[in-house]
């Protein structure tokens, strides 16, 4: 009896101990390691192709290797250069820009104040009293904000230029260790299943399998969801003529793939904003934007992915005021796709065995309390 709880009991440890691993461990290391983990991911995105050449070419890969790897990694990391370097213009256009952006902002907020201004007067004293102080404050928040935001701009840039030797080394070691991935693939593989036990080799083997049959495949079909909706979005701010089209439609899309979001918490407020201002002809582009986005992805969404695999809204709130105490509004945004990826390896069985031992140890203690006042 004692042995069979004692095993409980060291089950949930280690269980336990590898949770706060995961946590506290992995994501430094990860952190530390991170020209080899971009290495590992460009590796696992290039070698499938790298493999089909060698298929086709009929060459012997230790031959093949280098020419082969060296340019499809070539292809891959232009395509990452060049999508990187088109964000990273808008994100810094968009900073750099933030001063006249307010200053067209404070020209819609006054234009609204004209328009409200008919509907005030015919409020009470103390309303339009509210109103105005309220419109007062949104335009100092707004004032502070980008002040907040502009001072950094020319500090980062400084720290941008000093971190390019740093930054190139980093990408050296990201390239060769992601030839290096590829090139001995079979060889790493290889050492990993000598060296590992076989009882954990099992147990990873099984949550691995459950992982990507759960979890994978609804990720596969959000991401696949969200580019069509950023292709939607793009196009419609390109014909609405909207700066840094590209920024916004991907940070929209991303809000549209998370439960409880979705293109509306963007695009409604922006348009009501519009309405408020004046502009009608953009606030119903904007919902026209929202509207089609919104059709397509119910016309596809059914055959990518099914609805089962979403994620409960309750748990999804539970799961966002964990993130947002832990880590603020990053944390709240995070923790949805965690979430998710936790409760599709609960429902495939992963935790299983932890809590079939919590459960008999639970009913071992009940047993024994229960002997004792029998006593």
């Given at each position: 009896m004692l042995q069979k709880y004692g095993r409980n009991l060291l089950n949930i440890f280690c269980f336990a101990f590898g949770i706060v691993i995961l946590l506290f461990v992995v994501p430094r290391l990860l952190i530390f390691f991170l020209p080899f983990v971009v290495g590992w991911v460009m590796a696992l995105i290039a070698n499938p192709l790298v493999r089909f050449l060698d298929r086709k070419l009929n060459m012997m890969r230790k031959h093949s290797s280098m020419l082969i790897i060296v340019g499809v990694l070539g292809l891959v990391v232009l395509i990452f250069y060049l999508a990187i370097a088109k964000i990273s213009r808008e994100v810094s256009g968009f900073i750099s820009a933030l001063p006249s952006l307010y200053g067209s902002l404070m020209s819609?907020?006054?234009?609204?104040?004209?328009?409200?201004?008919?509907?005030?007067?015919?409020?009470?004293?103390?309303?339009?009293?509210?109103v105005a102080q309220i419109m007062n404050n949104l335009t100092s928040y707004l004032g502070e904000l980008v002040g907040v935001v502009g001072a950094p701009t020319v500090a980062a840039a400084g720290n941008v230029v000093r971190s390019i030797p740093n930054a190139l080394v980093y990408v050296i070691f990201t390239f060769l260790s992601a030839y290096f991935f590829i090139a001995q693939r079979d060889r790493i593989l290889g050492f990993l299943h000598r060296n590992t036990p076989a009882g954990v080799s099992e147990k990873w083997n099984f949550i691995m399998g459950r992982f990507k049959a759960a979890v994978g495949g609804y990720f596969r079909a959000q991401f696949k969801i969200m580019g069509v909706v950023a292709v939607i979005l793009l196009v419609g701010f390109m014909i609405l003529?909207?700066?840094?089209?590209?920024?916004?439609?991907l940070l929209i899309a991303f809000l549209d793939m998370l439960p409880l979001f979705g293109t509306g918490t963007a695009l409604?407020?922006?348009?009501?904003?519009?309405?408020?201002?004046?502009?009608?002809?953009?606030?119903?582009?904007?919902v026209i934007i929202y509207l089609i986005s919104q059709l397509v992805r119910q016309l596809i969404q059914p055959k990518i992915v099914g609805d089962s695999l979403g994620l409960d809204p309750l748990l999804t709130l539970v799961f966002m005021f964990i993130g947002y105490k832990l880590s603020s509004v990053f944390g709240m945004i995070v923790a949805v796709p965690i979430g998710m990826i936790v409760v599709q390896l609960y429902q495939a069985g992963a935790f299983d065995d932890v809590l079939q031992d919590v459960r008999e140890l639970a009913e071992g203690l009940h047993q024994l309390r229960t002997k004792e006042k029998e006593e």
């Open positions: 819609d907020l006054e234009q609204i104040a004209q328009n409200l201004e008919g509907v005030s007067s015919r409020l009470p004293a103390e309303v339009g009293e509210k003529r909207i700066n840094y089209a590209v920024l916004l439609a409604i407020p922006w348009a009501l904003f519009k309405v408020l201002s004046g502009d009608y002809s953009f606030a119903v582009g904007l």
